[in-house]
């Protein structure tokens, strides 16, 4: 007997195991999933930039000649090179942006901009040939690139993205002036605001938001690099040459040597901090 209720237990034992192994098992749950935002380049940003500016006239060199009560020898010219017009150029950018299509696609946009501008003085004097000239006298002029203290420009930026990689062109509105600007016993040396136009383009990488450089805690920080040509157009009035009394600083003689624009690249890298969408 004992026997026999031993064997059923063990049966009913077996049978309960294979009843359990047959039940289908409990599901996992699913992992959760947390999307990554998509970047797009929309939203304002300001920023700064540093670079490097030089002459990119067609104009090699200008002259003209001293009337002789000025000159002690022979019959001088004055000669005025645009060659070697280059210097520092710095400043800041503000901005806006829209891209289409957020991940790769069409960015539309527009840029302010100032820049300081350092082409050195020195170089509107200029080299005396054929004669020398009356002592405590001078020639300058002050149409030359070195007369340019600043410029800025307002233009349009439209370009594609390619996630976090922007290839752009750029144009529009420019102006400049400087100190050089200034006026010679009251006599106009030169118009003190200039205007003209940009072109250009550049190539914008936008870095990781936690990257060391987001002081801001912006959506992103951005580093590019941009090239432009600006052309600041000079008119006709009282543009030419001085000879300057050093002691009075007043003009003793002046030639209208006649219109030229002031035509310089500029080469820089920038940095930008962008608010709105990531």
Known sequence: MKTLLASLAAFTALTAAASAADLPRRA???????????????????????????????????????????ATTGTATANFSQ???????????????????PGSGVVVGIEADAQYLDFGRSRNNALITGGQLAQGLYVTDPRGLSSLD??????????????????????????????????????????????????????EYALPV???????RSSA?????????????????????????????????YSAIGRRDDEFAVVRAGLNYKFGSY
Do not use: C
């Open 83 to 101: 060659r070697n017009q280059e210097g520092f150029s710095g400043g800041g950018q503000v901005g806006y942006n829209y891209q289409f299509t």
């Open 150 to 203: 600043f410029f800025g420009t307002v233009r349009g930026r439209i370009g594609y993205a390619f996630d976090r990689v922007l290839v752009y062109g750029t144009g529009g509105f420019a102006y400049g002036s400087g100190s050089a600007d200034r006026s010679f016993g009251g006599f106009a040396g030169n118009d003190s605001f200039r205007t003209g136009y940009a072109v250009g383009g550049g190539m």
């Open 210 to 216: 936690d990257s060391f450089l987001n002081f801001f």
């Open 221 to 253: 920080v951005t580093v590019k690099v941009e090239g432009l040509y600006v052309n600041i157009d000079r008119n006709t009035r009282n543009q030419g040459a001085f000879v300057i009394n050093a002691a009075s600083n007043v003009p003793v003689a």
């Open 28 to 70: 996992a749950p699913p992992p959760i999933f947390t999307p990554i935002p998509v970047f797009t380049w929309t939203g304002a940003y300001f920023g700064i930039n540093a670079g490097y500016a030089f002459d990119a006239s067609s104009n090699s060199t200008s002259s003209f000649g001293i009337p002789a009560a000025f």
